[in-house]
């Protein structure tokens, strides 16, 4: 019998947790996904269920949203999650925590959550990846705010994301408007 690896089961393969808010989801949440696709046979997206950050987006709304995008995609979960990470990482087969940084100003913040995580659990690693260049400005809070404001996030985070953020902050669904200094 061959002895499987945590991480390793015949039916999920090497599973990889990703978790965060995902308030909403941007598509450098969904680069590091896709290339998380390259070394991982199952990604598990795990949304952290923490009303004190007072989310714009319900569980069960980004959760949609996420389900929605990759419905094609049967390599990646989405799930959602309460109380500490390691704890919902040990009820799954994942072998590793994945996150993804942006910039050196990501860094400290990871370091500590990484840190405090392999505290908890001594098994566990975090691995990152950078973000794309096309996405290194990208954060979920500035498109939000930006949205809220009524400037275009188009290209930004997937249409169906685009349409609940106009959504939730009553505007018109217009196509994005490219500010001219000469407009
Ligand atoms: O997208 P975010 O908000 O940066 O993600 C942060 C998240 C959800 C990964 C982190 O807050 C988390 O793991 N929360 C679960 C509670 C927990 O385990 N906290 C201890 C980690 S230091």
């Excluded at 980004?62 to 999650?81: C, G, H, Y």
């Amino acid at each position: 019998m061959v002895k499987m690896k945590k991480g390793e089961d015949k039916n999920m393969g090497k599973v990889a947790i990703y978790p965060g808010s995902f308030d909403p989801m941007t598509y450098g949440h969904i680069d590091i996904v896709e290339r998380a696709l390259e070394i991982f046979d199952k990604v598990i997206i795990a949304i952290a269920e923490n009303e004190e950050k007072r989310p714009l987006f319900s569980v069960e709304e980004r959760l949609q949203m996420v389900r929605a995008f990759f419905e094609d995609t049967p390599k990646v979960i989405a799930d959602s999650f309460k109380g500490l990470l390691v704890e919902y990482v040990a009820k799954t087969n994942a072998i590793v925590i994945l996150r993804g940084l942006r910039a050196t100003s990501d860094f400290e913040y990871e370091f500590h959550m990484a840190s405090m995580n392999r505290s908890l659990n001594t098994h566990l690693d975090t691995l990152f990846m950078m973000t794309s260049k096309d996405y290194f400005f990208v954060s979920s809070r500035t498109i939000k705010e930006v949205a809220r404001l009524g400037g275009g996030v188009e290209g930004l985070v997937p249409d169906l994301v685009v349409r609940r953020l106009k959504e939730k902050f009553k505007l018109p669904v217009t196509k994005k408007k490219q500010i001219r200094w000469d407009d």
